[in-house]
């Protein structure tokens, strides 16, 4: 639409719908299985185009390539066809139900989020369609209340972790970390430290830790862990004596997964500074310390925050949660950004981590299930 890409946008809009603008002359629009002939008529009278939907889909052949149509069977399990009355589903949903171990029976001893209940009035809210069907990507002047939350949600979290800025951008605790490193980095390269890559993790860690620190770009040395779950002090003094020139970051879980409130922890932190590394506290187990301590106070430089552990998101199936980070302000300027949405994170920020700006809307979170 050369020079009119505004006025098309404008006239979508006014008719309810919103066109991706992509520059003066070119407008954007995507369609799916849930586009209606209405939508479509909408559109095309923004374009000042008229025309009649069913004869033109009457006219038109199918547009589905010969070899992308499918020429095997499909759903041939027995259980697609064994169930043919209301009855004999409810039935076998029930069957299913019933081989399920969850917190409504009893004690799980495994994971984080599957400790904890997530209340069915807490998981509710998510099923509105407030909350599920905005787009990630629609315009800000439309999300208003979607902003006052995001901002009143990363200043609450700021407030209990004593960080001083929030990002709820990562899309899981194990995004959470990768922002963060990330920002260590970009704070180490800043510095001109660009040799700071090594970090250092205590065994006991989760296999995110040292999974992310790879993606960041750094080299994971391990700390020993003591036999009663306490990170090994002597060795991570050695460790920290030995790498202290390339010493990127510590990653401490506090308290650890092994339910070890860490007596040294002030310590251990100060010793990393000292060193010229930077702490990362993993805050999956904040919800033994949320309103009792904060990470930022007592020597985390980051951390990140599973609100699917501590709080009530639901965290479906494996599927996203929410893994906000929190920095000190010396590590707020490498937070996430995003290209497409310049009031998501600061300017000097690392990039993206997750394909929307501020996570993922409410209806990608199924309020079933829970997972380590
Ligand atoms: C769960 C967990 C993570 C990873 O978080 P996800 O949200 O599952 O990606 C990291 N560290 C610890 C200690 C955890 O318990």
Redesign the pocket.
Known sequence: MPGKADAVAAAARDAGVNLYRADADHVSVSCDETTTREQLAAVWDAFGVTADVEALDAATEDALPAGLLRSDAYLTHPVFHAHRSETSMLRYLRRLADRDYALDRGMIPL???TMKLNATTEMEPVTWPEFGQMHPFAPVGQAEGYLTLITELEERLAEVTGYDKVSIQPN??????LAGLLAVRAYHRANGDEQRTVCLIPSS??G??AASAVMAGMKVVVVKTADDGEVDVEDLRAKIAQYRDELSVLMI?YP??HGVFEEHVADICAEVHEAGGQVYV?G??LNALVGLAKPGHFGGDVS?L?L??TFCIP?GGGGP?V?PVGVRAHLAPYLPNHPLQPTAGPETGVGPISAAPWAPPASCRSPGRT??
């Open positions: 994971g984080s989020c899981a605790g194990s995004q959470g970390e860690a989760h995110t830790n879980t650890s997964t993993d999956a187990n990140h599973n699917h552990k965290h949660g893994g997972c380590a």
